[in-house]
């Protein structure tokens, strides 16, 4: 009986660098909440962002 071996899901250098981009922003939005309050379109953005990160992690992982 054949055991499979899942493999992790490699994302390419794009990808993987706008992952990067959308954890920072993250941490860089939160610290503007935490130190002038709540700015509604840089969350807006940052969700952007991330819908995008997503979709080019799904289209490249294919």
Request: hydrophobic share 50%.
């Amino acid at each position: 009986m054949a055991l499979h071996q899942k493999k992790g899901v490699r994302m390419p250098g794009s990808a993987k660098s706008m992952g990067v981009l959308t954890v920072g922003t993250l941490v860089v939005i939160s610290a503007y909440t935490v130190a002038l309050g709540s700015n509604g379109w840089l969350w807006f953005g940052w969700i952007v962002l991330g819908l995008v990160t997503m979709g080019l992690a799904a289209t490249h992982s294919r």
